[in-house]
């Protein structure tokens, strides 16, 4: 997964906090879907987690693939066998997930990940484990650490991401105005994905969403291609860090983007760098749109597709995080999101920044898909 680059670093699930989802897994699995189906196999998509399941599922669908393609837990499946299927086991090379960390002598948690493990690898005369191999050979113990054994022993096959999903870079001269039959997947980097952002924002039509934690020193071009499209009658919404936890994220700053018409939320951790347009294209990558551009290699990924780019906007709950109330006590005051780890009251509250008032969000509860 390492030429994926930030497609393959798992992403931390808002209601739970623990890391539960990829988006390279969600389309590598759709590529392997049309694989199969092209050869009129049918096959299942599983995954542990309902998050990773919803985005593997609009991707199919924005695919076109039909119910011979399902979805859902291991659990769904038990008690049938398909010809191919596919247990996407949501682990990175950084930190270990849930299934590298089940054993049998371990927690109740840790054996139900066994047991997961267990049924998803045995549903399938031929199933493909979805991993990065940082995190199969890195793993000392549990199913991983059997996985990567196999491997060595050359009794389970590996094979790169790259046969069946791949990244395309388009000549310079074509990064401003792409042809109608772009990729799913295209590649740009600084001044391309520049350009082509530009091009998309002067496009858009309905909405906009922007993840960029870091703000610039100085004004940035993008603030009034954004502005632009505010003023259009374009909803766009910016979720930034908090001052307090990230300096230069000064009320200036803020000021200068809430004065160009965009509804700004600060949330305290905030990690993701994304842009969502209209809802049904994507960027995603290592560029926060918003912030002084660095030298070193920054690049964003444009994903084609409504189904999946409304999956990425539920998942991170785009909609409840974009509706930042204001302190009852202090009205001038715009609360932040922050996610609170201990006492009895654990989860996301919006945090007055004057008073430390918490008020609890309304997170809409995650439903895991069933697709066929």
């Known amino acids: 997964m390492a030429p994926f680059g930030e497609l393959a670093r798992i992403r931390v699930g808002v209601q739970s906090a623990r890391r539960e989802w990829w988006p390279v897994g969600a389309l590598l699995a759709r590529a392997i879907a049309e ?51 596919v247990l996407d086991l949501v682990e990175g090379g950084r930190e270990p997930g849930w299934l590298a960390a089940a054993r049998v002598d371990g927690t109740r948690h840790e054996l139900r990940g066994l047991r997961l493990f267990n049924l998803g690898t045995s549903r399938a005369e031929r ?16 199913p991983l650490a059997e996985v990567g054994r196999l491997c060595r022993d050359g009794r389970i096959a590996v094979v790169g991401a790259g046969r069946f999903l791949s990244l395309r870079q388009l000549p310079a001269a074509e990064a401003v105005e792409p042809a109608p039959d772009l990729p799913s997947l295209l590649a740009l980097e600084g001044t391309e994905f520049l350009a082509r952002l530009e091009g998309e924002l002067a496009a858009a039509e309905g909405e906009v969403w ?120 202090h009205p001038a005051a715009r609360c932040y999101a922050q996610y609170y780890r201990r006492g009895r009251q654990k989860g996301w509250f919006w945090t007055c920044p004057w ?16 697709l066929g």
Request: glycine letters at 8%.
């Open 127 to 142: 199933t493909y484990l979805l991993a990065d191999r940082a995190a199969v050979d890195g793993t000392e113990h549990g």
């Open 210 to 329: 922007v993840w960029s934690p870091q703000l610039a020193t100085r004004p940035s071009p993008v603030l009034g291609w954004l502005g632009a499209a505010a003023e259009r009658g374009c909803r766009v919404t910016v979720f930034v860090k908090p001052p307090h936890e990230h300096r230069p994220n000064d009320e200036r700053r803020l000021g200068a983007l809430r004065a160009a018409g965009l509804t700004v939320v600060a949330i305290y951790g905030v990690a993701e760098r994304m842009v969502v347009l209209d809802r049904r294209r994507a960027f995603i990558g290592n560029v926060s749109v918003l912030a002084t551009p660095h030298e070193r290699d920054e690049g964003m990924v444009l994903v084609d597709g409504e189904r999946f780019a409304r999956a990425l906007l539920a998942v991170e709950q785009a909609e409840v995080f974009g509706a930042a109330p204001a302190c009852a006590r």
């Open 35 to 85: 694989h199969h189906q092209a050869l009129g196999q049918p096959l299942a998509v599983m995954a542990p987690y309902a998050a990773q399941l919803r985005l593997a599922e609009a991707a199919m669908l924005d695919a076109g693939l039909d119910e011979r393609a399902e979805t859902g837990l291991p659990s769904r499946f038990q008690g049938r066998r398909f010809p191919v299927a």
């Open 355 to 370: 008073c430390g008032e918490r008020r609890r969000l309304p997170l809409v509860p995650e439903a895991a898909p069933a």
